[in-house]
């Protein structure tokens, strides 16, 4: 079993930043891939971005390259996404999910998640 807890969700105005952090326990292992993804009322889950735990690949959606970043701390048992340059079109609730099985690398696509998170909102105001 993994346990994940999002946090750091809020409301900015747009061009604003936001770092998201997804607090992973339980049975993770050591080339897992962890992912976050959004969805906004009336439309489906989208991925963002992923990373696997060993830090050693990441993968970002088109949508949102070059604006944010995925990171894992091992320490804390953590993974950020660190949002930059916000748009109102990133207004969406976001979660962290985790696949819980060994990874040769990440994957925007929900179905092979089986862990997820309660999800954090984010909103942008333009």
């Known amino acids: 079993q993994v346990q994940l807890v999002e946090s750091g969700g809020g409301s900015v105005q747009a061009g604003g930043s936001l770092r998201l952090s997804c607090a992973v326990s339980g049975n993770i292992y050591t080339n897992d891939c962890i992912g976050w993804f959004r969805q906004a009322p009336g439309k489906e889950h989208e991925g963002v971005a992923a990373i696997l735990t060993d830090g050693s690949i990441t993968y970002y959606a088109d949508s949102v390259k070059g604006r944010f970043t995925i990171s894992r701390d091992i320490a804390k048992n953590t993974v950020y996404l660190r949002m930059n340059t916000l748009k109102p079109e990133d207004t969406a609730m976001y979660y962290c999910?985790?696949?819980?099985?060994?990874?040769?690398?990440?994957?925007?696509?929900?179905?092979?998640?089986?862990?997820w998170g309660q999800g954090t909102q984010v909103t942008v105001s333009s």
């Open positions: 999910a985790a696949v819980g099985a060994r990874q040769t690398y990440p994957t925007l696509s929900p179905q092979y998640y089986n862990y």
